[in-house]
């Protein structure tokens, strides 16, 4: 009698337990993939360190639109006066940086996608925020001109769903497309020039409402 009381609970009980051993095992599965993303990330966000001390000839390409001009004055200083052919090997060098920061922000939205199908809202949240970054660092003007299709037309390399949400998301801000380069041996000039003045001895100018458009 005894044993089929213990039976009966232990049936009763094995429904209850497995669901619980279920429920834990997506928990634990939920915080490895969200520690898994945090560490990614950031090796993401050592990638760029590393490219701006190795690359320091893209530096322009890392820097937030409040700080382009500067910079961009700052590696047209450095690098000085080059050939023709050197020339070309920089602007393949800052292609290829370019690239690499659009594939980081393709792939924060893959990440988020799969986040979001799983249910995952702490991870979704960490991930959104770290778009965030990357939505501020795509007004650089550079990465605008080589990302618009009439210009560099790098988005052609993004998915169709990348390229949707970029024009979703970038629509209504102040964009500028930058289509000279750094290494082309002339001075800064036009809103460069401007800007440089302004961040030595001015006031903050009002952010523009025009559609991109080339310096």
């Not at 990614?40 to 322009?60: M, N």
Request: charged share 25%; glycine share 6%.
């Amino acid at each position: 009698m005894l044993t089929e009381v213990v039976g009966d609970i232990a049936q009763a009980l094995a429904l209850p337990i497995a669901v619980l051993a279920l429920v834990v095992a997506l928990v634990v599965q939920r915080r490895s993939a969200h520690s898994a993303t945090i560490q990614s990330v950031y090796q993401a966000f050592g990638q760029l360190t590393t490219l701006r001390i190795e690359h320091w000839e893209a530096a322009h390409l890392l820097e937030m639109p409040e700080n382009y001009a500067i910079q961009f004055e700052a590696v047209h200083r450095a690098v000085g006066r080059v050939s023709a052919n050197e020339q070309e090997r920089l602007l393949l060098l800052e292609r290829a940086v370019a690239v690499r920061i659009f594939e980081m922000f393709e792939q924060n939205l893959y990440e988020q996608n799969q986040a979001h199908r799983a249910g995952e809202k702490q991870r979704l949240g960490f991930l959104q925020d770290v778009e965030g970054f990357f939505l501020r660092l795509l007004q650089n003007p550079r990465l605008v001109w080589y990302w618009d299709p009439q210009n560099g037309n790098l988005c052609q390399y993004a998915e169709k769903e990348t390229r949707t949400h970029y024009d979703k998301v970038m629509a209504g801000l102040p964009l500028r497309a930058d289509a000279e380069n750094p290494y082309s041996g002339r001075r800064p000039r036009g809103w460069r020039a401007v800007f440089l003045r302004w961040r030595t001895a001015g006031p903050r100018l009002g952010a523009s409402r025009r559609r991109p458009r080339s310096a």
